[in-house]
């Protein structure tokens, strides 16, 4: 489209110059094609900054969809001070799409399990994700992203790695841990997001999903 443009700009300037016309004209006409141009650039710029593909959204979902997903929290969580930032981040993603829905439910029943544990995850891994069928069975998280859908989700929060954080980083952690119950990637993935967000690998001082997080979720969810 670029080479196109300047192809354009080339064969206007010939033909105005030998029909004699006035610099004015001639720099009106160029000025109006190189606006065209940065506006070209800007739309092609917007358009990759804004990619929802599977990179960063997993095609496969939870059992019944997200309108209706049941939760169960752990007494660890209270015990490890991690509470507020679990209560956070269901109520965050809750408000983020109208097709998204948690209720409580027993531990028998929830389709998802939140657990805290001290130093129980591999060396600063702040927290996991995990897909499992109701029988027991575990999914690999790769499976999740090319389409296999699963029952339940277990999140585990590790205060232990996380130990000294800020309030507004553990609400981040949690954050991005249901983000994945929810069907998000890693926002580094290429093509990576810049800045900072929830669903962004790593440490931040976050209380609410970005735009940017939002505008996956809803992709997937609606809004």
Not at 173 to 197: C, K, R, Y
């Amino acid at each position: 489209m670029l080479i196109r443009t300047v192809y354009i700009v080339k064969v206007k300037l010939k033909y105005l110059t030998k029909r004699g016309k006035s610099l004015r004209n001639l720099k009106r006409t160029k000025k109006l094609i190189l606006t065209s141009m940065t506006v070209a650039l800007s739309l092609m710029a917007a358009t990759a900054s804004a990619d929802t593909g599977t990179a960063h959204i997993k095609i496969g979902s939870i059992s019944g969809g997200a309108s209706s997903i049941t939760y169960w929290v752990d007494s660890s969580v209270a015990s490890y001070g991690q509470n507020g930032g679990v209560d956070n981040a269901i109520s965050k993603w809750d408000a983020a799409s109208s097709g998204i829905s948690f209720s409580s439910a027993s531990s028998s029943t929830a389709k998802l399990k939140v657990y805290a544990g001290e130093y129980s995850l591999p060396a600063n891994v702040y927290g996991e994700t995990s897909y499992w069928y109701f029988n027991g069975q575990q999914i690999g998280a790769g499976a999740i992203t090319n389409g296999q859908n699963y029952e339940v989700a277990r999140v585990v929060i590790d205060a232990g790695w996380t130990s000294g954080w800020e309030q507004s980083e553990r609400y981040m952690n949690a954050g991005h841990e249901i983000g994945h119950v929810l069907g998000l990637n890693h926002f580094e993935n290429a093509p990576a997001h810049s800045g900072d967000h929830w669903m962004k690998s790593g440490k931040y001082k976050l209380t609410s999903p970005t735009a940017t997080d939002l505008a996956h979720v809803r992709t997937k969810w609606g809004w």
